[in-house]
């Protein structure tokens, strides 16, 4: 079924039921007003500390209320429902600022990971303590001379009696100074190519030899860290995978992780903001404007259906492929041209408002967060790099360095 069919067909008895189960909930349940920090990005610790703790109580009556983990397999604490039912919860929810911000990365991209490449045990303990919102997870991926080629990673993992010790440093880890437990990739065999000497770890994030620093970004909040890693004790059991394998899992993540970006937002009827923005400002009639909304309305449905797809292609157990690249540039290319239409809008109110003007901030904040949208996930120019080569057939970029043993590149602080 294609995705507009999908939207357009009628709802089953069971899907009805559960839209009236999600509707009630909601309404009884949902915060009305948006809680501040409970995206996990407050600039004061203290709000932050007490945004994470709301976020998880609130999650925690999400699960137990059979809401959580839709599409998960209902033996690790899921559902096991339909991707429909998440859209229809999905649609419901809509309406409110659900406090749920914090757990994408684990439901998106950790959680898959463990799901696809864990063993049995890893699943039993770990999947249901994530979904109820007991235990938070952070992608430990990048590194200070490792992003977009992050197989060039330093971080090294070497093997002792009951594990392994980990050192090395990662970047931009988005919220690991709240997480639990983390998915790592660190260098276990230097002699190999870059790609086949890493593995996959679950790191506790409370484990001693783990330091966590908070960097403050442009808004002034603080979303991701600095995390240091010295003789870390990793236990044998917190092996993902296959030894050295890791990059085979990493891949899943980060398809998991383009998917999630690109199939989020969208829901409800996003461009009503703009709508009341264009009527609060006088210029419903003004062409250029009428124009600019309609074509933000189109961009936003376009991007729906992406999700749609791609949501779908992974409950069909298919690899999204390329088309992750599409939705997660796409969704970039929404983020800045929308926060920019915010801020032309409403004019001198974006930059100077009242102290106690509830919300006055939130087109400055959409500007200044815009370009993080296109970096994290992977940047622009990779999406449209792997959108080239797979896509539309172009060259591959020239790889000099895949099939040199590690240790021979001359990469970050190697030399
Ligand atoms: C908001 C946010 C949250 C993040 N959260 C996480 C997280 O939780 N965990 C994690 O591991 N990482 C996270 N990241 C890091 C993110 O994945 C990296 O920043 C990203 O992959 C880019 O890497 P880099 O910053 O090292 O830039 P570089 O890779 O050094 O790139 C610098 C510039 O060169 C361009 N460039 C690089 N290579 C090519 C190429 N081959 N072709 C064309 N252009 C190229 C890039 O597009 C960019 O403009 C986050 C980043 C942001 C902004």
Same mark, same amino acid.
């Given at each position: ?25 909601? @309404? ?23 945004? =994470? ?10 699960? &137990? ?8 397999? +209902? ?8 991707? $429909? ?36 045990? +890893? ?40 594990? /392994? ?21 660190? @260098? ?21 030899? =783990? ?19 010295? &003789? ?27 998917v999630s970006i690109g199939s989020s937002g969208g829901d409800g009827d996003p461009i009503e903001p703009y709508v009341k923005l264009l009527r609060s400002r006088g210029l419903e009639d003004d062409p250029v404007a009428r124009d600019e909304v309609a074509s933000l ?6 991007? $729906? ?20 690249? =599409? ?25 100077? /408002? ?7 901030? @939130?087109?400055? +904040? ?32 020239? +790889?000099?360095? @895949? ?13």
């Amino acid at each position: 079924m294609s995705a507009v069919e999908e939207t357009t067909r009628e709802e089953s008895a069971d899907e009805a039921a559960f839209r009236e189960k999600a509707r009630t909930w909601l @309404r009884d349940n949902a915060p009305t007003s948006a809680v501040a920090g409970t995206q996990g990005v407050a600039a004061d610790p203290n709000e932050a500390t007490d945004a =994470v703790t709301a976020a998880k109580q609130f999650q925690a009556k999400l699960f &137990d209320a059979g809401l959580a983990g839709l599409t998960w397999p +209902q033996e690790y604490g899921g559902q096991g429902l339909t991707s $429909r039912h998440r859209r229809i919860f999905e649609e419901e929810a809509s309406p409110y600022p659900l406090p749920t911000g914090i757990f994408i990365i684990g439901f998106g991209m950790c959680g898959p990971t463990v799901l696809e490449h864990g063993t049995e045990e +890893q699943k039993n303990r770990y999947i249901a303590p994530m979904l109820r919102g007991d235990e938070i997870w952070c992608q430990l991926f990048s590194e200070p001379g490792a992003g977009s080629d992050v197989a060039g990673l330093q971080a090294r993992a070497v093997e002792t009696e009951d594990g /392994w010790l980990l050192n090395g440093q990662k970047v931009w880890t988005s919220g690991a100074h709240y997480c639990d437990y983390g998915l790592v990739i660190a @260098r276990t065999d230097p002699d190999q190519p870059k790609h086949r000497g890493i593995t996959m770890f679950i790191v506790d994030m409370n484990a001693e030899g =783990v330091t966590t620093r908070p960097l403050r970004q442009i808004t002034g909040e603080s979303h991701f860290n600095e995390v240091f890693f010295e &003789d870390v004790h990793i236990p044998r059991e917190n092996l993902v995978g296959e030894v050295n394998d890791g990059w085979r899992c990493a891949i899943t993540t980060l398809m998991n992780e383009r998917v999630s970006i690109g199939s989020s937002g969208g829901d409800g009827d996003p461009i009503e903001p703009y709508v009341k923005l264009l009527r609060s400002r006088g210029l419903e009639d003004d062409p250029v404007a009428r124009d600019e909304v309609a074509s933000l309305y189109v961009r936003q449905r376009v991007q $729906r259906y992406l999700g749609m797809r791609l949501n779908e292609s992974l409950r069909m157990g298919t690899a999204p492929g390329p088309l992750g690249s =599409v939705a997660k540039l796409h969704g970039s290319i929404i983020s800045q041209v929308s926060s920019q239409m915010g801020v032309d809008l409403v004019g001198l109110d974006a930059v100077a /408002w009242e102290d106690d003007e509830q919300g006055a901030d @939130r087109w400055a +904040q959409a500007v200044l967060q815009s370009p993080g949208s296109v970096i994290a996930g992977g940047t622009s120019d990779i999406q449209r790099n792997i959108i080239g080569e797979r896509v539309l057939g172009l060259p591959k970029e020239p +790889q000099v360095d @895949r099939d040199l043993p590690f240790r021979e590149l001359t990469v970050g602080t190697q030399r």
